[in-house]
């Protein structure tokens, strides 16, 4: 029997030349191969290319626990990635000096690499892809009319080496994961020439079941079981979990129903009249909700909705769970555990019912209609268009994520927002000046201000904030509203 197990990270990446492209999982702290990326560091390896869902600094005041992708900045040459940076911590900002020094960055959405993994695994020589259209996802590649509809051509992704986060692995490189760090793990280890596995721990073949198995030997290579002193060892997440609590930054935005400064451009201008705050807005969203839905909520206001669905709405995240149960707030901060987190890396615990996948099959979810999401806004246009990603020209100031694979392929849209800026000038608007996430995708609007819906017809002024009048409304509005005859206040 072939011999996959090695006795060191150090000898799994020996073989690695400089220019190696590098797939690696990092969605938490609990789905990245931080043994593997730290003997890589070590090693010295030159121009790199790494290909991960999320590109993002070490939690606050934990660099001397936790080792992240971002550590091989100064040996990388290209960075293929989804999410660069926190939005909260000023998004790509940090990679701008490597950047100046040559760093390519090629930015795409989470279900986009995963599909281009899939056809690098598959021998496929690529695929038309609905989401990007009208972003600057589409910029410089083929665009092709298929049924009406306009795709992308996107390239496959192959890499030369993958780095994985696995649970528990025999001696024939049979993978098994924990909770939600199995992710895009399956996928990268299909699209790899060799595949090179972290466990927590190696067994002897037979010891799996087969009804369990996750990923199969063949598609693995090398296998090394973390050592007690290495990282990422189930000791060490739960210290790890307690030091983030006693971080405040980290304690906002990992143990909070919302971070209130998520993006201080958001406050509601000055004025007499009383706008809704933030959790009405979220409540009025939720109303939109019924048993058996199936939803998911973005950052900041959409997050605040999940404290007012009703009974039997069912909540997905692209991270690969559906039907999880409430997240762990400050005061329960020992319930937490790091393979159960949400895609913006938010503590969930378990529920009855709920399932575990990979990427592939989240969106395949989120791109077939099965879903309503809810999410915020930085503008809305009058055909329904949506720019919540990026404020300004620098693709490297805001995050993609699985935003626009969400606008695109959800049954329905929803999207909660302050109807102005600080500054006052309105977020409703007759075409978007921020970056586009999706053309034409919006059903319905909550603002703080006002329900709408997105109408062939135009807009519809369904629903008005306590003491507010149609005209006061339309006043703070670019585009015009059409008054719907069954008007109403938005009820409290």
């Given at each position: 029997m072939i011999n996959k197990v090695f006795n060191s990270f150090d000898d799994a990446v020996a073989d690695i030349p400089d220019g190696a492209s590098i797939l690696m999982m990092c969605w938490g702290v609990s789905a990245t191969p931080q043994n593997l990326i730290a003997a890589t560091k070590r090693k010295g390896i030159k121009d790199l290319t790494i290909i991960t869902h999320n590109f993002v600094p070490l939690p606050l005041g934990t660099e001397d626990e936790v080792t992240m992708p971002p550590v091989l900045l100064?040996?990388?040459?290209?960075?293929?990635?989804?999410?660069?940076?926190?939005?909260?911590?000023?998004?790509?900002?940090f990679v701008k000096e490597y950047v100046e020094r040559g760093l390519e960055v090629e930015l795409t959405t989470h279900g986009t690499m995963a599909s281009r993994l899939y056809a690098g695994a598959a021998c496929l020589g690529g695929f038309y892809d609905p989401i990007g259209i009208g972003t600057i996802l589409a910029k410089g590649k083929e665009i092709r009319i298929i049924n009406d509809r306009e795709y992308i051509f996107q390239e496959p992704i192959r890499a030369d080496y993958a780095f994985i986060r696995g649970y528990k692995a025999d001696k024939l490189g049979n993978l098994v994961y924990q909770g939600t760090y199995r992710s895009g793990q399956p996928v990268m280890a299909m699209a790899a020439d060799v595949t090179i596995a972290e466990v927590d721990e190696i067994v002897e073949v037979g010891e799996i079941d087969a009804e369990h198995v996750v990923t199969p030997g063949a598609f693995v290579d090398r296998i090394v079981e973390i050592p007690?002193?290495?990282?990422?060892?189930?000791?060490?997440?739960?210290?790890?979990?307690?030091?983030l609590g006693g971080i405040d930054m980290a304690r906002k935005m990992m143990f909070r129903p919302v971070d209130i400064d998520q993006s201080p451009d958001e406050s509601p201008a000055?004025?007499?009249?009383?706008?809704?705050?933030?959790?009405?807005?979220?409540?009025?969203?939720?109303?939109?909700?019924?048993?058996?839905?199936?939803?998911?909520?973005?950052?900041?206001?959409?997050?605040?909705?999940s404290l007012y669905i009703p009974d039997g709405v069912i909540f997905q995240s692209e991270n690969g769970v559906l039907g999880y149960g409430p997240l762990v707030m400050e005061d329960r901060i020992e319930e937490a555990e790091f393979h159960y987190v949400d895609a913006g890396g938010r503590f969930w615990t378990p529920a009855p019912g709920m399932s575990l996948f990979d990427l592939i099959t989240s969106f395949a979810m989120i791109r077939s209609g099965r879903l309503i999401?809810?999410?915020?806004?930085?503008?809305?246009?009058?055909?329904?268009?949506?720019?919540?990603?990026?404020?300004?020209?620098?693709?490297?100031?805001?995050?993609?994520?699985?935003?626009m694979d969400l606008a695109v392929g959800?049954?329905?849209?929803?999207?909660?927002?302050?109807?102005?800026s600080k500054d006052g000038k309105p977020k409703i608007v007759k075409e978007c000046t921020c970056p586009l996430t999706a053309r034409e995708c919006i059903d319905l609007i909550v603002s703080d201000l006002a329900v709408i819906e997105v109408s062939p017809e135009g807009l519809l002024l369904k629903e008005v904030a306590p003491g507010w009048t149609p005209e006061e409304v339309q006043a703070l509005t670019e585009p015009e509203l059409i008054i719907s005859p069954d008007l109403k206040e938005i009820e409290l």
């Open positions: 100064p040996q990388m040459k290209k960075l293929i990635s989804a999410i660069v940076g926190f939005q909260q911590l000023g998004a790509g900002a007690p002193d290495g990282l990422g060892t189930q000791q060490s997440k739960k210290m790890l979990i307690s030091r000055t004025g007499v009249k009383q706008r809704l705050d933030r959790e009405t807005i979220a409540m009025r969203a939720a109303r939109e909700l019924k048993d058996g839905d199936c939803v998911n909520l973005g950052l900041g206001i959409p997050n605040l909705c999401t809810i999410l915020g806004a930085l503008q809305v246009s009058e055909k329904g268009d949506l720019a919540n990603w990026n404020k300004g020209d620098d693709p490297l100031g805001g995050t993609i994520g699985g935003g959800a049954r329905k849209v929803i999207v909660t927002m302050e109807h102005t």
